[in-house]
């Protein structure tokens, strides 16, 4: 077989990188020192790189996220109600792999949000398939896939999440109907993927807030009772941003 066979069937297998490679190997010096292991272990491990890469670009590109937000660049304080100890707990897939769902709970501007994100990005990083939205957002669009048809494959989409982040939990009442599709999606997810929510009320307000007894309770049953909670503290970030970008212009 010839270097032109062999590379067209490379990339009739679709393994572009490894064909670049093995293109880019078949130039070399015959004189070089790598031994036919490890030029078949460098295509390999190039094409592996590769797909993992592109994998990993797709995933975060599906999950939404609304900033570029990382674990390792979450503000870690005790004081804030957050240690490294714990952040490093969540950076790795345990509580993905057990199904434990993340509450995180603060006043507006503390970081819920970004850490949010962050955990979403995380799981990205980890080969789960995460998505980030808006409570308020997701909502309506459970409203309007009722009216055009989609209802059932938009609640079989989110239910194969690994990771579902809802941003702004009960930032205002829900009606009946957006409680009822809640409930849809976590008894879907329940026991079997992970939820993050982010909100400013404690979990102790959550059933009042939800009003209807009997949802409120299924609600609160399939979220709080599996969940790493972690109630920030401290001043909001964004006012701490935006009075450093004042003093430095």
Known sequence: MTDEETMQKLLDMRLRTMATTYHELQCESPNDELSFSDKVGLMVDREWSDRENRKLTRLLRA?????????????????????????????????????????????????????????AQAACRLGY???????????????????????VNKLARLAKLDVLVLDDFLIAPLKDLERRD?????????DRKSTVITSQLPTKNWHEMLSDPTIADAICDRLVHNSHVLA????????????KDTTTN
């Open 182 to 190: 809640l409930l849809e999606v976590l008894e879907d997810r329940y």
């Open 232 to 243: 920030l503290k401290g001043p909001s970030m964004r006012k701490k941003k935006g009075l």
């Open 63 to 119: 999950a939404k996220l609304p900033m570029e937000a990382s674990l390792e660049d979450v503000w870690c304080d005790k004081g804030r109600g957050l240690t490294k100890a714990k952040v490093r707990e969540l950076a790795s897939d345990k509580w993905i792999r057990h199904h434990h769902n993340v509450i995180v709970l603060g006043k507006t501007g503390c970081g819920k949000s970004y850490l949010g994100a962050a955990l």
């Open 129 to 151: 398939k995460a998505l980030y939205v808006r409570m308020p957002r997701l909502a309506h669009e459970l409203t309007i896939s009722r009216g055009d048809g989609t209802y």
